[in-house]
T-cell receptor, first 112, second 113 residues
């Protein structure tokens, strides 16, 4: 049983559009929520991360929104570009140790 | 500028065969991890080493063993491979065993027939 549930599994968006990926978690002890980006044939790489003391974090075109009461967090990719086509993973861990629990992944395809 | 290096990149085994996946990092990181990636399952932690000389089980350790050979190297061994172990395996490292960025290798694709 996955402790972090991610949706949708795949997403197609037009260039310039907004990509939205949602994650829900069960373990209230989680207090670190990173997003990883993975290109085909490569390992995942950290994209952006948030702690539960803030409700939103923005880095360039990427924004994490966090809703602690609902135990949900999401990634928004604004002005999506073909170079953003990748698989995105949400994850969560507790501060006591760097053991990430990953969501199932979302494959994003940005059409030119 | 190597980062985390995994070998081999591809391997085909027959059921019951054994093999070792090798991982080395050149970033002087203290903590190392082995994950497996399966479609729809994300990445699941197999074993980790919080620091040199220690290893601990992750979420899916059955059928695997690990060795932290030194600070740089962390190997994953399959003693008797099973088709259920067909997967892409990723090694990762981090500065320490507190929350922070994981640096991943490029993966090792293993097929067990």
């Amino acid at each position: 049983q996955q402790q972090v549930k991610q949706s949708p599994q795949s997403l197609i968006v037009q260039k310039g559009g907004i990509s939205i990926i949602n994650c829900a978690y069960e373990n209230t002890a989680f207090d670190y929520f990173p997003w990883y980006q993975q290109f085909p044939g490569k390992g995942p790489a950290l994209l952006i991360a948030i702690r539960p003391d803030v409700s939103e974090k923005k880095e360039g075109r990427f924004t994490i929104s966090f809703n602690k009461s609902a135990k949900q967090f999401s990634l928004h990719i604004m002005d999506s570009q073909p170079g953003d086509s990748a698989t995105y993973f949400c994850a969560a861990s507790v501060a006591a140790g760097n053991k990430l629990t990953f969501g199932g992944g979302t494959r994003v395809l940005v059409k030119p | 500028n190597a980062g985390v290096t995994q070998t081999p990149k591809f391997q085909v085994l027959k059921t019951g065969q054994s093999m070792t996946l090798q991982c080395a990092q050149d970033m002087n990181h203290n903590s190392m991890y082995w994950y497996r990636q399966d479609p729809g399952m994300g990445l699941r932690l197999i074993y980790y080493s919080a620091s040199e000389g220690t290893t601990d089980k992750g979420e899916v350790p059955n059928g695997y063993n690990v060795s932290r050979l030194n600070k740089r190297e962390f190997s994953l061994r399959l003693e008797s491979a099973a088709p259920s172990q067909t997967s892409v395996y990723f090694c990762a490292s981090s500065v320490g065993f507190v929350i922070g960025e994981l640096f991943f290798g490029e993966g090792s694709r293993l097929t067990v027939l």
